[in-house]
């Protein structure tokens, strides 16, 4: 283990040159892996996220196995709408349930605002855990979902495929949508500064399902809120990724909207995303995650693709476009840590 493993990855999110390109996987701990699904045998999934023994258990799992330069805490961006009063269960096969979704103003104004070093102080508890286990071996990742994101499931109540709610309600009721994203930042900007006070190393704020905007709606609606919360942030002095998928045709806003690194998904050719994200900024990405499934003379082809794009510019993060799918072969998982750490660039 030399200095560098353990600075690769924050040195690539602040731009800085690394030995070699950092790795790590979005739910690099779970489903995929034996260990994890032993444990779901005894377990419910927020058993395991409330539990902060069993979360750092699961937080460390992938990590040896794998090889990554960064562990992620093992929790879910909906955690906070439990302590906000919307409720939240998790059913087998639909993913998750908000059982009461927020509809007009009285269900906004009725929202508990949230403290959380008490309401979620087991995600505390789990990051001071953890960082007990792998100091001086990898930095931690601390993270949220996006303000539009959580918003997206406290009105839909769950997945949606069109957000046709969360969007009337932009569209409809501006002056209700702003007050509720207006919750949520004040919500958010606590739940990651304590994260980072319990030691989380940088943070990542997934807006996965922004990629439904149209250009001027993501930046009337969406975009100056992101805004705010990372620029409250900086003051924690940690890296933010601004993490989002869809985002081909969004990029400069994403961008606009802020953080260190930009991550995007594999909907666009690697060098064209920095080319509009701008080169000042660092990326992660952009591995489609079904390619886990292929033969390794395909995953390898792929991979050093996106090397040869990168070109050995600072700043890049190795990652997929997205989480690690349910059954995708841990070998494969681990096979492309290692093309990507032995990577030589011409
Ligand atoms: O990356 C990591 O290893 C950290 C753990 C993590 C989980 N969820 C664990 C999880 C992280 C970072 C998340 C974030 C999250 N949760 C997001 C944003 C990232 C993304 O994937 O877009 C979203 C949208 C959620 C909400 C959520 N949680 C959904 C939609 C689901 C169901 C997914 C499905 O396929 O059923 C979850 C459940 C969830 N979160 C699981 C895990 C490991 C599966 C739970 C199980 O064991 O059944």
New binding site residues.
């Given amino acids: 283990m030399t200095e560098d493993n353990q600075y690769r990855f924050l040195k690539a999110c602040r731009g800085e040159p690394t030995d070699i390109t950092p790795i790590w ?7 995929y892996m034996k260990a ?1 699904r032993d444990l ?1 045998e005894k377990y419910s ?1 927020l058993e395991l996220c409330k539990n902060s023994e069993l979360a750092t258990e699961v937080t460390l799992q992938p990590l040896e196995v794998l090889g990554v330069d960064a562990a ?7 955690l906070p709408l439990e302590p906000m009063g919307t409720g939240l269960e ?1 059913t ?1 096969g639909d ?2 349930v908000i059982p009461r979704p927020v509809k007009n103003q009285k269900d906004i104004e009725k929202l508990r605002p949230v403290n959380a070093e008490e309401d979620l102080e087991f995600v505390g508890d789990a990051i001071r855990q953890v960082r007990k286990e792998i100091s001086g071996k990898m930095p931690l990742i601390g ?1 949220a ?1 996006a303000p539009f ?1 959580l918003c997206s ?1 406290m009105i839909e109540g769950g ?1 949606s495929r069109d957000f046709t709610t969360t969007k009337l309600m932009m569209f409809e009721t501006p002056e209700l949508w702003g007050l509720l994203m207006d919750k949520v930042c004040i919500m958010l900007v606590d739940y990651l500064t304590m994260q980072v006070k319990a030691g989380a190393q940088a943070l ?1 704020i ?1 807006d ?2 922004v990629g439904c905007m149209s250009p001027q709606d993501y930046k009337r609606y969406i975009m100056p809120y992101t805004q705010r919360i990372i620029s409250r942030l900086k003051e924690t002095g940690v890296p933010i990724i601004n993490f989002t ?1 869809g985002t081909s045709t969004l990029l400069d806003s994403v961008s606009e909207a802020g953080g260190d690194v930009i991550s995007f998904d594999w909907r666009i050719n690697i060098d064209d995303a920095w080319e509009k994200i701008g080169h000042d900024r660092s990326i992660q990405g952009n591995l489609d995650p079904t390619l886990l499934f292929a033969p390794i003379p395909i995953i390898r082809e792929r991979v050093h693709d996106i090397m040869k794009r990168v070109g050995g510019r600072s700043g890049h993060i190795f990652n997929l476009g ?2 690690i799918l ?1 059954h995708t072969p841990v070998d494969h998982v681990k096979a492309v840590v290692d093309m990507v750490h032995e990577y030589k660039h011409e």
């Fill in positions: 996987f979005m739910r690099q701990a779970g489903r994890y779901k999934f992620i805490i093992f929790a879910d961006i909906l998790f087998a993913g998750p993270f979902g994101t499931y997945k990542q997934f996965s399902w998928t997205h989480g349910q």
